[in-house]
């Protein structure tokens, strides 16, 4: 593959949808993704994504990505437009899903698949050493939804086709011991804000 929280107890404030997201690289280069106006979403910052896709190398051709708490889709899409082969954008939430499959035909990305229903369920179901870049951002809440970013994890683990990463955002850093816990280390973390965002590697096996 290409060279890719002690818990707080204070609510994180999760600021308005913007109403877009712009892809900042690759094919769709500044192309609008439209994003419907949802209490809690939280579409991943443009400074943020271009990080991330600093650490994974930029072109991500041929790789599969699973994007399991879509929301807007801007890991997903901005994934397929450096070059992902297949792009799985999972969402809960009836209305994002519809949006997510009108930018996709929009944009006539037929690489990207999307599928309404619960990530972990979705992470539970896939096959084995499917996929190649795994993009977990779950919503935060008022309590930081800590188990529900454990099992997103530990599901996600034996998706991944060795030398895969898992990508997460977090209202916290996640420490090398639970990390380790479940089969992963940390390659990169940077923070915006409230928000920790960290490239997860597999573990070397012992």
């Known amino acids: 593959m ?21 892809i900042i690289g690759g094919l769709w280069k500044r192309s609008k993704l439209a994003v419907p106006a949802r209490p809690g979403l939280r579409p991943t910052p443009d400074r943020v994504r271009e990080t991330l896709f600093n650490w994974l190398g930029q072109d991500l051709t ?10 807007s889709g801007a890991l997903g899409f901005e994934a397929a437009s450096r070059g992902a082969v297949q792009v799985l954008l999972c969402e809960q939430d009836p209305g994002l899903a519809a949006g997510l499959r009108a930018n996709a035909e929009r944009l006539k990305a037929t690489q990207i698949k ?18 190649d870049l795994v993009f977990l951002d779950p919503p935060f809440g008022d309590n930081g939804n800590e188990a529900l970013f454990a099992q997103a994890l530990q599901a996600a683990v034996p998706l991944l086709s060795p030398p895969g990463c898992v990508y997460l955002e977090a209202p916290r850093a996640w420490g090398e011991e639970e990390l380790l816990a479940l089969g992963l280390r940390c390659s ?12 997860l590697e597999l573990a070397p096996s012992v």
């Open 114 to 131: 999307v599928q309404r229903g619960d990530a972990i369920a979705t992470l539970k179901g896939a096959s084995r050493s499917s996929w």
């Open 62 to 71: 041929g790789l599969r990505c699973l994007d399991a708490f879509a929301g």
């Open 188 to 199: 990169r973390h940077g923070k915006a804000g409230q928000v920790h965002y960290h490239l």
């Open 2 to 22: 290409h060279s890719m929280k002690p818990a707080s107890h204070r609510p994180v404030i999760v600021p308005a949808a913007p109403g877009f997201v712009r």
